[in-house]
């Protein structure tokens, strides 16, 4: 089941994968609590992905576009929420769940980088603002697009970019080159299963069900194929 609030683009290019907190709950089930709240809550914000420390949520498609960054940040990027909070101490993020749950989003951000020929890198502010393609935190969107307007500085300072990208990057393939990586057409229909009941032909990323208006519905989640 979708979110309450989204929009069908269709998309045939995305620039960013941006990285939230969602300055909520952090324990083995808040992936799924995120996603049901996003089907009843009525203030227009929704994700493509929620995480947390064993179960990534697809809510949209990322040739669609989720509600999580404003209008600039929004049409440009995939949004990718970590169940956490941005004042998360270092000490924090180096916990168990954290890095459980960091490895959950590098998963997926692996594929969706692949499937979209995303760079595995962190961009500055003005490479944001610049069309760059690559990855970026909420803060940077609010710093890059003032006229949005957007307030929001996750996921914090003690986020751990170098640690995150290398997980990223060990998910990658190994064997295609970054020439092959970049040239990577995804197309414009991937037939990917996900909570808009397409078919399924991939494999979940973890055998957990999302809890929809008191029905489990069996997540699939978007491959890089």
Known sequence: MPPASWSKANRASVQLIVIHTTEGSA???????GAAYDQRRTDGTSTHYFHDSDSTVQCV???DIAYAARTQGNKRGIQHEL???AGWSASTWAGEYAQNALRRMAKQSARDAKKWGIPVRHLTVSEVASDEKGFCSHYDVTRAFPQDNGTHTDPGPNFPWSQFL???RDELEGDMTPEEFLAYDPGTDDGIPNPFGDKATNETISPKTAF??????????????
Not at 27 to 33: I, N, P, T
Not at 213 to 225: F, H, K, Y
């Open 83 to 85: 169940c956490g909070k």
């Open 212 to 225: 929809y208006n008191s029905v489990l519905i069996p997540m699939r989640i978007e491959s890089a194929v």
């Open 61 to 63: 498609r990322t040739e």
């Open 27 to 33: 324990h083995d089930v808040s992936a799924e609590d």
């Open 166 to 168: 290398d997980m990223v």
